[in-house]
């Protein structure tokens, strides 16, 4: 187990409404990244937090927001979902360094119907 | 074209058997990831790479900067092995960075 904790484990929604995850990052970390993965496929970045500043994105419409909170937990929002968004949503956290290993959660399973 | 190829896409083995998973970047890189999937989705990091080689267990992996290339290799394998192994990379750069995921290899060993 990494120490990283996302809620919820599944998820569904409707097409246009919006959705909130959330990621508990391991202790000591101070950057978390979120990747979304559709099936069969290797995780995309969305973006990247460091100290509650969004810190690289990845090629993702602004309806995909986050924050980063003082305790460096993080929360992933999604505004007007669309079916596509339906993916396996990731999040991992680091230290700044770069070559420092990621520890990801389990991941939050969206389905947009 | 994917910035990160993996080959074979899928792959089947028998226990006991040698495997080698391929990995190919286009980009200048920092730091080159080997993660292990299971299904249900959770993510293991199995090794992170800068240079040469590196051994953990029954896993090998080696990387060829100069060739963008990277190899994991798994001795004896295991039904336990079964899984996706993705390989990630890091672009170099100061500051933020984008990293950058290959498609996955399926690994299916059989007892």
């Known amino acids: 187990e990494t120490g990283v904790t996302q809620s919820p484990t599944h998820l569904i929604k409707t097409r246009g409404q919006q959705v909130t995850l959330r990621c508990s990052s391991q202790?000591?970390?101070?950057?978390v990244s979120w990747y979304q993965q559709a099936l069969g496929q290797g995780p995309q970045f969305i973006f990247q937090?460091?100290?509650?500043?969004?810190?690289g994105r990845g090629n993702f419409p602004p309806r995909f927001s986050g924050l980063q909170f003082p305790n460096y937990s993080s929360e992933l929002n999604v505004n007007a979902l669309e079916l596509d968004d339906s993916a396996l949503y990731l999040c991992?956290?680091?230290?700044?360094?770069?070559?420092?290993?990621?520890?990801f959660g389990q991941g939050t399973r969206l389905t947009v119907v | 074209k994917n910035e990160v190829e993996q080959s074979p896409q899928n792959l089947t083995a028998q226990e006991g058997e040698f495997i080698t998973i391929n990995c190919s970047y286009s980009?200048?890189?920092?730091?080159l990831h080997w993660l292990q999937q299971h299904p249900g989705g959770g993510i293991v990091s199995l090794f992170m790479?800068?240079?040469g080689k590196k051994k953990h267990g029954r896993l090998i992996a080696t990387i060829n900067i100069q060739e963008k290339h990277s190899s994991l290799h798994i001795t004896a394998s295991h039904p336990r092995d079964s899984a996706v192994y993705i390989c990630?990379?890091?672009?170099?750069?100061?500051?933020?960075?984008?990293?950058?995921f290959g498609r996955g290899t399926s690994l299916i060993v059989h007892p």
């Open positions: 991992a956290s680091s230290l700044r360094q770069e070559n420092t290993e990621a520890f």
């Open positions: 202790s000591g970390h101070n950057t």
């Open positions: 937090y460091y100290r509650e500043e969004e810190n």
């Open positions: 980009v200048g890189i920092s730091a």
């Open positions: 790479l800068s240079s």
């Open positions: 990630a990379v890091r672009a170099i750069s100061g500051g933020s960075y984008i990293p950058t």
